[in-house]
């Protein structure tokens, strides 16, 4: 009898410490001081009363990838038409001695200039982590929240709050073609369908399937379209 109270209470400590881990970084992530949003903020946590699904935002690879990949682009035609400016060769790597600076030079130049403005956009989205944040079901504070870095401003943190009770389906939506689409939505009364799953990075179908079952297990609540 001893031992059955002694690990219902470890369990129950247990489950009150994991509930405040969560309320602690949700106060953390409303920090008025925050600017760039870390990548290492939010951690998934599951268990009979919490549940909270970190969402990966601006920090991934194929960003990081395609940031390097424009601003090596730019810089290269940037410098090939500031070489035929001068008509000397600034980078020893790259030859301009038989481009003219117009009208070839003008438009490589232009071109470098645009591509450096889309680089520094993208760098930008990734140092402040757009699109980065949580979904959390809190059942003893009966709360549906979704949790989401903007661009800085009024609208830099994102933060919808719905009571639990007003969660009546999780419905899957998949369809493959040349832009596949595999989401995850909660279907909330008077608020229509929220999506869940990240943006520009499709889930493989097997995590939308373990994604959706979780949840609508954990919520007790039918799943739609699968």
């Known amino acids: 009898m001893n031992k059955a109270l002694s690990s219902s209470s470890s369990s129950s400590f247990f489950t009150k410490q994991k509930i405040r ?11 008025n001081n925050d600017s760039s949003g870390g990548d290492d903020e939010f951690k998934k946590i599951v ?30 035609f940037l410098i ?3 070489s035929a400016y001068f008509k000397h060769n600034l980078v020893f790597f790259l030859d301009a001695s038989d481009i003219q600076f117009f009208p070839q030079g003008l438009v490589m130049s232009f071109y470098g200039i ?23 079901f809190n059942k003893e504070e009966g709360i549906f929240r979704v949790f989401r870095y903007g661009f800085p401003g009024k609208n830099r943190r994102v933060n919808l709050l719905t009571d639990l009770k007003d969660v009546t389906a999780v419905r899957v939506e998949i369809s493959d073609g040349i832009n596949p689409r ?3 939505y909660v279907k909330c009364k008077g ?33 739609e379209g699968l």
């Open 80 to 82: 090939t038409g500031a």
């Open 191 to 223: 608020k229509g369908d929220i999506p869940l799953t990240r943006i520009g990075q499709p889930l493989t179908l097997a995590e939308v399937e373990r994604q959706a079952a979780e949840l609508a297990k954990f919520l007790q609540v039918p799943i």
């Open 47 to 76: 268990n009979d009363i919490v549940y909270v699904d970190p969402v990966v935002g601006a920090k991934r690879f194929s960003n990081y990838f395609w940031a390097s990949v424009v601003t090596a682009g730019a810089s290269g």
């Open 21 to 31: 881990s969560v309320k602690m970084n949700a106060g953390m992530f409303n920090n």
């Open 182 to 184: 595999r989401v995850v």
């Open 114 to 136: 645009a591509g450096l403005l889309l680089a520094t956009y993208l760098w930008l989205t990734i140092n402040w982590n757009v699109g980065a944040g949580y979904n959390e």
